[in-house]
């Protein structure tokens, strides 16, 4: 039976939005994290089969399949291809998931896989925006202009922000429930880069060497005086992911890449899927993917040592703990979206160096990896550390 690796994961620290990568083109983040994983692997990048690279608002300079002038702005061989994939927040997931398949399938042996955002420059909603007068509307809901969509789900407003708050009602889950989360978050992520728990994933550039984000002033007092987004509503900025800017690498690689090329592997993919569920929602369906991810594989919630399910809201990962009843101690271990950051195209990839370094520092075997996405869908990922 084929198999496929993860030979290294690595990642620029995440600026906060007006931050110290905000002026950094997003080429040349791609460039850099392009460059620190061939460097630290030490592959011949002309062996490289592909780049894939996960990118939301591809508008601006990140337009123009920037995985392909990401790879071209690293200095790299131009017979070696490159495509960049939008699967929303999954982006640089989904990536790492085609990448597997073409390892698996046996007509690739050496890919990378990974993403971009610069949400400084380029804020998100940006290509819908960009789109306006261009002969449709571009929102979901009574303004998409779609028959079938309006004939399916109606006048409903659609947004991730109105998914999270009716997430919190449908789930039961107050003010304060998210608020403590989102302390514990932070608190988790600078404990994390004070005992240098990133350090091993980190790709430093533009003088910027440590997450922008946590912010270590933060308290519940703090978090309590917040407005909500919406009026009388329960979700405000502080429990809500940190518009941010970065980029992700993975290299993928098959058995017969490992022998031939020297790699010595971190994790071997044990299961990869993408599920859906209501898009109204939007953020419910890590709960399904987990599910079925579990269902498939035979594990239970117990048997994961190291759990990564990205904090895009406070409710999105209370809800699917609530259903999944994993352990609270190995979900985020190190903080997560809230504290760390959400550079949306980079999040997937990102999620990954984290989880196996987690893996590796409690000696764990195996690691799930989830994210809610745009649309009501989300990537699941289990690895098993070697």
């Not at 608002?57 to 017979?79: F, K, M, S």
């Not at 949400?119 to 779609?146: C, K, Q, V």
């Not at 009501?376 to 070697?386: C, D, F, H, K, Q």
Request: hydrophobic share 40%.
């Amino acid at each position: 039976m084929a198999e496929a690796y993860i030979v290294d994961a690595l990642r620029t620290p995440v600026g906060k939005r007006g931050g110290g990568l905000s002026g950094v083109h997003p080429a040349d983040l791609s460039a850099h994290v392009l460059r620190e994983i061939v460097e630290r692997t030490g592959i011949d990048p002309g062996r490289v089969d592909d780049v894939l690279w996960g990118c939301v608002d591809t508008v601006g300079a990140q337009a123009g399949n920037i995985g392909r002038t990401g790879w071209l702005a690293a200095g790299y061989p131009e017979h070696v291809p490159g495509v960049t994939i939008d699967r929303q927040c999954g982006s640089s997931q989904q990536a790492l998931h085609f990448a597997a398949q073409a390892v698996l399938s046996g007509t690739t042996d050496l890919v990378i896989a990974g993403g971009v955002a610069n949400m400084s420059a380029i804020p998100i909603g940006s290509a819908l925006r960009a789109a306006d007068g261009l002969g449709f509307p571009t929102a979901y809901g009574p303004d998409s202009g779609s028959t079938g969509w309006h004939q399916r789900y109606g006048d409903e407003e659609v947004t991730q922000f109105r998914g999270a708050e009716l997430i919190a009602e449908k789930w039961g889950i107050t003010r304060g429930e998210m608020e403590e989360y989102a302390l514990t978050s932070h608190h988790r992520a600078i404990h994390a880069t004070d005992n240098g728990h990133f350090d091993a994933e980190l790709a430093p550039i533009a003088g910027i060497t440590r997450d922008e984000g946590p912010r270590r002033d933060t308290s519940a007092g703090k978090l309590a005086g917040l407005n909500p987004l919406t009026p009388g509503g329960r979700l405000t900025a502080g429990v809500s992911s940190q518009i941010s800017d970065g980029a992700a690498a993975t290299l993928i690689a098959s058995e017969r890449a490992v022998t031939a090329h020297g790699l010595t592997p971190r994790a071997r993919i044990h299961h990869i899927s993408v599920r859906g569920d209501d898009p109204v929602l939007m953020l419910t369906a890590p709960i399904t993917a987990t599910r079925h991810a579990l269902d498939r594989t035979g594990l239970t919630p117990d048997d994961l040592d190291a759990i990564e399910i990205n904090e895009a809201f406070a409710s999105v990962v209370l809800a699917w703990q609530r259903d999944i009843r994993a352990d609270p101690a190995t979900t985020n271990p190190n903080g997560g979206a809230i504290a760390l950051g959400h550079p949306l195209g980079a999040t997937g990839a990102k999620l990954t160096a984290t989880l196996i370094n987690q893996l590796e520092r409690v000696n764990g075997r195996y690691g799930l990896q989830t994210m809610c996405e745009g649309g009501g869908t989300a990537n699941v990922l289990i690895v098993e550390r070697v």
